[in-house]
């Protein structure tokens, strides 16, 4: 069956590096854009950035752009995202999905696989 399966979240202080990686099995990941979104409490998930199929081509979201840096790596079906700068208000659970659309979309109705989120917290 189909997984994505995040690590890499953590407790971190403002200003900050993390890094994550959403690894993806059962599907045929280098045909798929992959996503990363993100879901505070209370809020709705969120477009964070978004890669194309061979890593030509990536999406961000204004609030992350310059800061983060999402890319993939075919060979080990991995998909990572890396974040720096972080501040508060990247606080939140991350997930990756699987862009059913195939190209580089910011819309969670697009996505039909996810992971089951990793847990970013950074303090001030």
């Known amino acids: 069956q189909v997984q994505l399966v995040e690590s890499g979240g953590g407790l971190v202080q403002a200003g900050g590096s993390l890094r994550l990686s959403c690894a993806a099995s059962?599907?045929?990941?280098?045909?798929?854009?992959m996503g990363w979104f993100r879901q505070a409490p209370g809020k709705e998930r969120e477009f964070v950035a978004v890669v194309s199929r061979t890593g030509g081509t990536t999406r961000y979201a204004d609030s992350v752009k310059g800061r983060f840096t999402i890319s993939r790596d075919n060979a080990k079906n991995t998909v990572y995202l890396q974040m720096n700068s972080l501040k508060p208000e990247d606080t939140a659970v991350y997930y990756c999905?699987?862009?059913?659309?195939?190209?580089?979309?910011?819309?969670?109705?697009?996505?039909?696989?996810w992971g089951q989120g990793t847990q970013v917290t950074v303090s001030s």
């Open positions: 999905g699987r862009s059913l659309a195939g190209y580089t979309t910011s819309n969670t109705r697009d996505y039909d696989y």
């Open positions: 059962g599907l045929p990941f280098s045909s798929a854009a």
